[in-house]
């Protein structure tokens, strides 16, 4: 693969509701200010990717309602209708093949509609949707598999909220930035066993933007380049009841291939930090698992050890994660971004000492039926 | 310029998407969803490639990609492979909260089966055997199940 | 009023890619019999079928169709059964009327980008699911537009009677098109609408908007088609006649209604073809293209867009079609296949345009051949005024 980087970022801080802007807005305030990271004028942009969902914004043709708010006018531009990874791979892709940087923008207003039915809309409309289930509900089944494979415990899940939401703290785009126990999380409200309030994630509003350059365009850039090493994604069956809930091999498949193009043997020694997509509590360490940091059923375990805590082996989502800021369709852009801001050194009070590797991690589809991961590195 | 926009109080416009859909089942589904509706069974396909077997039946198989014929009946007792119970309500809920989801392996199927548990939800647990129950009036709709019922 | 872009440089040299294969469904007004997972995957074995391949050979899939004609969210991960990406890489594209167009363009991109080697394009809808015109109204801003102007058809009935003032064009003229069209599908074995019609037919169906009536609009179906695209070295071993793709452009311009500016051409499709031309080499479309696979919505198109491609002068349009250049056997066929006003399954009208102009360069397009088809082109179109090109040829770039 040829050397292509990430040279311009920029991202919202990501809040319960944004009264004030609209998606044109959003777009359009991330958009200038990844070009200004960069140091481009929107002249050096050859073509765009927006990323939006028509049912999360209440709109046929979505992306109608940005295209211009992203600098496409006047340029080449297509919408990638899926978490921000995978239209951030088209990007990748778009550059591979000839143009020189692609800007691309993701952008989601949870607050605007109810997230049960959108999220219901997922399900197959004769067989599952009739039944009301939805991300949470689905969500609470695959942990219930994990759960009863495994042993692992609702304690154990409950850590990585913890870890999580005191990570945010140092995070200035973080919506949900606190200080809990285990306590607080089995105590707050139960929403589908297992899960409860504090083990799921917000809907928040927000927006990203970043610009994906080829090696000579990076060259005109202002940042230091973040190499994009290895970058795969993989999908598995539909039905729930058709996959292995608590054996992501989608994941597998997808970390597999992007390792290898990376060059990755030994991801836990080889990967610094990691910005993975936990939507959940429980899926940190299950994703973890999947992309074979720990044998299967060991993800909490290292949890517990403290191996994926700031200061620990290998920090995980030190930027708090999904479940402290879930902009649907920004959220896996925004792992992207917080591992380039590692791997540039700018990640302020959250930077994770020497990282010159990242994985970044991005999901589609219910409980993780849809995997995209990115290698990131420094040099 | 930016003075006056500081003290405008951003407004909303509510609406709503409320429009009528007619999905086409296609007509292996439709044999699924007559012989809930007409003989209380529930039947599934199987993979000859393969040998896995489907419910709902499948007009192909997923994994190998290679047309599926025929049918089966399967259930209607199945083992649980996995479950939640539902404490916060909505109104898309075919049952009012605290209910469970399931997903059920049913006896002879390969797969697991994603259904709901309105009344014995306490007495779920991973691996129990449970059993499925039809409603007296039925219309051809995966609710012509009612629930399935702790064995 | 053309501007030069020159944007023709490249760091890195894509690979070449072409087209190796094709499938679509019997179009028709209703599908019952199929689920759309199920009618995705007609089109899919036709496409494998076509070029001998299976499903194990192809390394990635992106697919498209607009979200609320069939209320599916997250289409890529639903499709799985029917568009063979169990443990596969697949991405949704959508972009409205122009999503066949996304979705081809796409396609190409992800061979070109060298990540991948034979790749399933699909384009899909089930348009008998929904209302159409309650669906499509959604893609208006709620608060400026939803409920002021709205729909497919009012801004095009805009751009029709500006065109008509401007040029003295008149319904006949449009509706000469609208009978080559029909005529065309005639030779087309998966063509929904077959009936052929005459001008009086058209001139005496219902008005909708005028100056649309029925009979000059696009009618809404059910349908699926799946384009197979190879990388060079790959493409000459599946395919005895691969069609390369030689130029892809874009320009997706206005976001609201109002900013139309209808006494000009269709900006988005000057630009877009302009650039694309310059990419290929074409310098005379008319004479430089063998045949053409036009996104042409409504019959006025057919005369004004043309215009703005380049095949004939501003207003000339109705003089070139009435001449006889645009039908079979004419100077530059135009929709061999009856087009979009014969066939319309959104998510797949775009893409069945690339795809019947990959089938002329193939050779394959049996009665609606176009003899010695070489150097095709195909376009999308769709709300707001979006314009999609792609240029084929049976010569590697």
């Known amino acids: ?379 | 310029m930016e003075d006056w926009l500081k003290d405008v109080k951003p407004l909303t416009v509510k609406g709503q998407i409320a429009m009528p859909y007619t999905w086409s089942v296609g007509e292996t589904g439709s044999s699924f969803l007559v012989a809930l509706r007409d003989q209380t069974k529930i039947l599934a396909s199987r993979c000859d490639a393969c040998g896995t077997v489907y419910v709902p039946p499948r007009k192909n198989c997923p994994k190998c990609f290679t047309d599926i014929q025929g049918s089966m009946e399967v259930g209607p007792e199945g083992t649980v492979e996995a479950f939640t119970i539902v404490r916060q309500g909505h109104p898309l809920h075919p049952a009012k909260a605290p209910f469970a989801y399931v997903l059920v392996r049913l006896d002879g199927s390969d797969v697991g089966f994603l259904h709901i548990v309105r009344d014995d939800w306490d007495k779920l647990a991973v691996g129990c055997r449970v059993k499925a129950l039809f409603r007296a009036q039925r219309t051809g709709h995966i609710l012509d199940i009612d629930t399935f019922q702790v064995i | 009023m053309c501007v030069d872009l020159g944007r023709g440089v490249r760091d890195i040299m894509a690979r070449r890619v072409a087209i190796v294969g094709t499938g679509q469904t019997h179009h028709r007004s209703q599908r019952r019999d199929v689920n759309g997972r199920e009618m995705i995957r007609e089109a899919v074995m036709r496409a494998l079928e076509d070029c001998e391949l299976t499903i194990r050979d192809i390394d990635a899939i992106v697919i498209g169709n607009m979200d609320h004609f069939e209320s599916i969210n997250y289409v890529d991960t639903w499709s799985i059964e029917g568009s063979g990406g169990y443990m596969r890489p697949i991405m949704k594209v959508t972009t409205g009327g122009t999503t066949g167009t996304t979705v081809a363009i796409a396609g190409y991109y992800h061979v070109a980008s060298g990540l991948f080697d034979r790749v399933l394009a699909i384009g899909w809808e089930k348009n008998s699911e929904s209302d159409t015109t309650g669906a499509i109204i959604t893609c208006s801003d709620p608060i400026w537009d939803r409920f002021s102007y709205s729909g497919a058809i009012p801004s095009l009935a805009t751009e029709a009677t500006a065109y008509m003032a401007q040029y003295g064009a008149t319904q006949e003229d449009a509706a000469r098109v609208a009978v080559r069209e029909r005529t065309h599908a005639a030779n087309n074995p998966y063509a929904h609408l077959t009936r052929p019609i005459t001008i009086k037919d058209v001139m005496e169906s219902p008005m909708l908007s005028y100056p649309i009536k029925l009979l000059d609009v696009c009618p809404r179906t059910d349908g699926a088609c799946a384009v197979v695209f190879a990388a060079e070295g790959v493409a000459e071993k599946i395919c005895p006649k691969p069609a390369w793709v030689r130029a892809c452009s874009v320009r997706h311009s206005y976001t609201w209604f109002g900013d139309v500016d209808y006494d000009i051409g269709l900006l988005s499709l000057e630009r877009a073809s302009r650039e694309a031309y310059r990419e290929a080499g074409i310098r005379s479309p008319a004479d430089d293209f063998d045949v053409a696979e036009l996104y042409l919505p409504y019959s006025f198109a057919g005369l004004k867009w043309i215009e703005v491609l380049g095949f004939c002068k501003p207003g000339e349009g109705p003089r070139f079609v009435w001449d006889g250049h645009t039908d079979m056997g004419g100077k530059i066929p135009m929709n061999p296949s009856g087009g979009v006003m014969s066939t319309n399954c959104i998510g797949a009208t775009g893409l069945l345009r690339v795809a019947e102009a990959a089938i002329q360069i193939m050779g394959k397009a049996q009665k609606r051949q176009v003899p010695d088809a070489k150097t095709a082109l195909a376009t999308g179109f769709g709300g707001c005024w979006w314009s999609d090109v792609v240029i084929l040829s049976a010569q590697k770039p």
């Not at chain 1, 066993?193 to 933007?209: I, N, T």
């Not at chain 1, 299950?286 to 290998?314: D, S």
């Not at chain 1, 992207?336 to 990242?358: K, S």
Request: hydrophobic letters at 40%; one cysteine or more; aromatic letters at 8%.
């Open chain 1, 1 to 379: 693969m040829e050397r292509i980087a990430v040279v311009g970022v920029a991202q919202t801080p990501y809040e319960r509701r944004k009264r004030e802007q609209t998606y044109y807005d959003m777009v359009y305030d991330v958009t200038r200010r990844a070009l200004e990271d960069a140091g481009y004028s929107l002249d050096d942009i050859d073509n765009v990717i927006t990323i939006s969902n028509d049912f999360w914004d209440g709109r046929t043709i979505s992306s109608m309602a940005v295209q211009e708010a992203a600098g496409a006018h006047d340029k080449n531009v297509s919408t990638v209708e899926g978490d921000g990874t995978f239209g951030a791979f088209y990007g990748a892709m778009r550059v591979l093949a000839g143009f020189r940087t692609t800007l691309v923008v993701a952008h989601s207003k949870g607050s605007e509609g109810d997230p049960r039915f959108i999220t219901n809309g997922m399900f197959d409309p004769i067989y599952h949707r009739p039944l009301g289930i939805d991300a949470i509900a689905s969500a609470a089944l695959q942990a219930s598999a994990y759960m009863s494979r495994f042993g692992a415990t609702e304690e154990q899940f409950a850590l990585v909220s913890v870890k999580n939401h005191g990570n945010a703290k140092r995070n200035p785009h973080a919506q949900l930035p606190m200080d809990l126990t285990v306590e607080d999380v089995m105590r707050s409200r139960k929403i589908a066993d297992p899960l409860k309030l504090l083990d799921c994630s917000p809907v928040s509003d927000g927006a990203a933007a970043l610009v994906i350059a080829s090696e000579s365009a990076a060259k005109r850039a202002r940042t230091r380049p973040v190499w994009i090493k290895g970058i795969a994604h993989c999908a598995e069956a539909y039905f729930l009841g058709d996959r292995d809930l608590a054996n992501p091999l989608a994941l597998k498949e997808a970390a597999r291939k992007a390792y290898g193009m990376a060059g990755i043997t030994d991801p836990r020694k080889e990967i610094h930090v990691v910005e993975l997509y936990d939507a959940f509590s429980y899926m940190e360490p299950l994703w973890l698992e999947g992309m074979g940091f720990c044998e299967a059923g060991q993800g909490v375990r290292i949890t517990e050890m403290g191996t994926t805590a700031m200061g620990g082996e290998m920090p995980v989502n030190p930027s708090g994660g999904v479940l402290s800021a879930h902009p649907v369709m920004v959220a896996g852009l925004a792992r992207i971004i917080e591992a380039v801001l590692q791997l540039r050194g700018e990640a302020g009070a959250r930077q994770v000492e020497g990282a010159r590797t990242a994985l970044a991690h991005g999901i589609n589809g219910p409980c993780g039926q849809s995997h995209c991961v990115w290698i990131l590195g420094g040099e």
